[in-house]
């Protein structure tokens, strides 16, 4: 079993920034892709951002060139550093991990991003 716990997110103006974290615990070992994904009222969850457990990266159309995910293993944390941020943005964020040894997925709770002047 893997937890995930994320943090970091918040209101922020338009044009602003946050850090997002989530903090790995458990079958840490067997974690191998993360990333990050969002939902807003009434849309589907989608993929924002995801690395490989070798730090290859993969980014949605939506937050290329202002989103970076991160991840530092020996922390068992990534994070999603979030720049130019815009109201679309907003959403509620959730920290994904997928098991080398079974593709399982897991998920944290999610954390409220909300962008608004």
């Known amino acids: 079993q893997v937890q995930l716990v994320e943090s970091g997110g918040g209101l922020v103006q338009p044009g602003g920034s946050l850090r997002l974290s989530c903090a790995a615990s458990?079958?840490?070992?067997?974690?191998?892709?993360m990333g990050w994904y969002r939902q807003a009222p009434g849309k589907q969850r989608e993929l924002v951002a995801a690395i490989s457990r070798g730090g290859n990266t993969n980014y949605a159309d939506s937050g290329k060139g202002r989103f970076t995910i991160s991840r530092d293993n020996a922390k068992n944390t990534v994070y999603l550093q979030m720049n130019s941020l815009k109201p679309e943005d907003t959403a509620r964020y959730y920290c994904?991990?997928?098991?080398?040894?079974?593709?399982?997925?897991?998920w944290g709770q999610g954390t409220q991003v909300t962008v608004s002047s």
């Open positions: 994904n991990a997928i098991s080398r040894l079974t593709g399982l997925n897991y």
């Open positions: 458990g079958s840490i070992s067997s974690i191998g892709a």
